[in-house]
């Protein structure tokens, strides 16, 4: 499995739209990474 085993299961917020993980306004391509990143570990949704 790639990424280490790590999987990432969104099923739990499937009612959270792209505006509320990146906000409304432009963002470069590095903060899109780590807000997203930030949202799965906040919602606890990595698993190993």
């Given at each position: 499995?790639?990424?280490?085993?790590?999987?990432?299961?969104?099923?739990?917020?499937?009612?959270?739209?792209?505006?509320?993980?990146?906000?409304?306004?432009?963002?470069?391509?590095?903060e899109?990474?780590?807000?997203?990143?930030?949202?799965?570990?906040?919602?606890?949704?990595?698993?190993?």
């Open positions: 499995m790639p990424f280490g085993n790590y999987a990432i299961n969104f099923s739990s917020v499937a009612n959270v739209t792209l505006a509320e993980v990146f906000g409304t306004g432009d963002i470069k391509p590095s899109m990474t780590k807000k997203l990143w930030a949202f799965i570990k906040s919602n606890n949704l990595g698993k190993k």
